[in-house]
């Protein structure tokens, strides 16, 4: 008797919890769950405190999954054309939540429908977006018939075969071009001029900031680069990116525009970084990375070097570079050029130098058909009054490393000293 009524007791609890779970279950959530496809969970819920400011690596991880769930679901989720798409890492719930918070602000009725629309758009337009190309066509404008007889532009043309040539065999050795996938990603670093339908591939150190007052100049957003400035260049935002354009505007211009880098000796590039951020006073670069290089690589650092980040000695920033648990990570002032420009994904056309800048670069405006009173700058707009960073000065920074230092730091650019044929710095590498 005990047991039967224990039993009907069970029966009843369990009916109940039952019913009251199906009460409280929202409807529209149900029905978003049978439905295939993206699920998308309707009802506004309030984050929990660890979601709400999501570290850095929690981002990276959720990026990296939401990206490849979105990539599974490119069938089912047409890109429109006029959605510019960026490559990001993204919290698509936190953000919803901000969407919801912002139209909450200005007393708007938040429905289940909209919501639904709005996350839709919002995975559509931080997704990445793949780009399958077999091969990039080379725009490489040809010798008009009347530069055929003039021996210098035949002799730089020459050139240009050679050193893509060369980049090319060191791709085909050391890269997979078999299925090649360009992302937003890839392309982030190169700026277009359309009118004269040109992708530039900005490495810093090599002559960048000139680089850009031209494309300005030949945007029509200057009659001169000598009245740009370099707050203007860098943080005036007045040139288009290419991962800017909808997956069709990248491919289109990446298969009609010419495709152009300016590339520099790695270990004066470095140097010449190293000088420029760590040697001046710099409110970003000292307490970002010169705080951390000189708490992981000084014994017995002082307070106010700790404090301020000023101070990094050439040898503590190349203890940082060659660190593979680096305290901070890379930068684009000290990055591989093969990870900046992906030249073995992207066939550029031109590849210029920074040592023989003036007559590569010149030569470039003349292939475009720039206008006849454009030329390269040759101020330098940055500490102007200090040197250019020297292959004399290059040896004496790298003087104060050990044999070892100067290996390690040569095998780390390794790929960008074979893929652009410049020679080993010290006669001690191997």
């Known amino acids: ?56 690596e929690g981002r990276l991880r959720g990026g990296a999954a939401e990206g490849a769930a979105v990539a599974e679901q490119s069938d089912s989720l047409p890109l ?113 001029a359309d009118k004269y339908r040109v992708l530039y591939c900005e490495v810093p150190k090599a002559g960048c900031s000139n680089w850009k007052r031209v494309l300005m100049v030949l945007n029509g957003l200057a009659a001169s680069t000598k009245d740009i400035q370099h707050n203007t260049v860098h943080y005036g935002n007045y040139l288009k990116r290419l991962d800017g354009f909808d997956h069709q505007g990248i491919y289109h211009r990446l298969n009609t525009y010419t495709k152009m880098l300016f590339v520099r000796e790695p270990f004066e590039k470095l140097v010449s970084a190293f000088r420029d951020k760590f040697e001046h006073a710099n409110n970003y670069y000292h307490p970002v990375f010169g705080k951390a290089i000189i708490s992981r690589y000084r014994p017995n650092a002082t307070r106010e070097a700790l404090r301020t980040g000023s101070g990094v000695t050439f040898k503590e920033f190349i203890q940082y570079l060659l660190d593979v648990h680096r305290p901070v990570g890379m930068d684009i002032h000290w990055d591989h050029v093969n990870r900046l420009c992906s030249p073995c994904l992207i066939d550029y056309d031109f590849v210029g130098k920074f040592e023989s800048m003036e007559e590569d670069a010149n030569f470039f405006l003349h292939l475009i058909g720039a206008p006849q009173n454009l030329t390269f700058p040759k101020f330098k707009d940055r500490h102007s009054t200090e040197e250019r960073t020297t292959t004399k000065i290059t040896q004496q920074y790298f003087a104060q490393l050990s044999p070892a230092q100067r290996q390690r730091s040569y095998d780390f650019y390794y790929m960008d000293y074979l893929m652009f044929n410049y020679s080993k710095p010290f006669d001690d590498l191997y």
Request: glycine share 2%; hydrophobic share 30%; with cysteine.
């Open 80 to 192: 429109p054309e006029d959605v510019p798409t960026k490559l990001h890492s993204t919290d698509t719930r936190h953000s919803s939540l901000l969407l919801v918070m912002k139209d909450q602000q200005k007393g708007e009725e938040i429905s289940p429908i909209r919501l639904h629309k709005r996350r839709r758009r919002f995975i559509i337009k931080k997704s990445p977006i793949l780009i399958s190309m077999n091969s990039s066509v080379p725009n490489l404008p040809t010798l008009r018939s009347e530069d055929r007889d003039n021996s210098k532009w035949r002799s730089l043309y020459e050139t240009q075969r050679e050193r893509k040539q060369i980049m090319r065999e060191t791709c085909s050795k050391y890269k997979s071009n078999s299925r090649r996938i360009i992302t937003p990603y890839h392309v982030s670093r190169i700026f277009v």
């Open 1 to 56: 008797m005990r047991l039967t009524c224990m039993f009907s007791f069970i029966l009843l609890f369990g009916a109940a919890g039952l019913v009251v779970f199906i009460h409280l279950q929202d409807p529209e959530e149900i029905v978003h769950q049978q439905t295939p496809g993206i699920k998308y969970n309707m009802g506004f819920q309030q984050p929990k405190k660890q979601d709400c400011i999501p570290s850095q």
